[in-house]
């Protein structure tokens, strides 16, 4: 069985889409480099997965990135 996709993601599960540990997305996001998570209930953060996706795929840069 296919295990679903969240759509929004806690920071461990967020670290893993982009095969991270969780210290080292929290150091891109601290240093601006990935998103800030957002609150979507009180106390609670996640990262819309939609966005972490596009940044892997290299689209969220003007311009993108030409992989080869």
Request: overall charge negative; glycine content about 10%; hydrophobic content about 45%.
């Amino acid at each position: 069985m296919i295990k679903a996709l969240p759509l929004w993601a806690n920071e461990k599960t967020s670290a893993s889409l982009l095969d991270l540990k969780p210290c080292e997305f929290c150091a891109l996001v601290a240093d601006g480099h990935l998103p800030r998570g957002r609150e979507i209930a009180p106390g609670v953060i996640r990262w819309n997965t939609d966005e972490l996706r596009a940044i892997g795929r290299g689209e969220a840069v003007d311009g993108g990135i030409d992989w080869s």
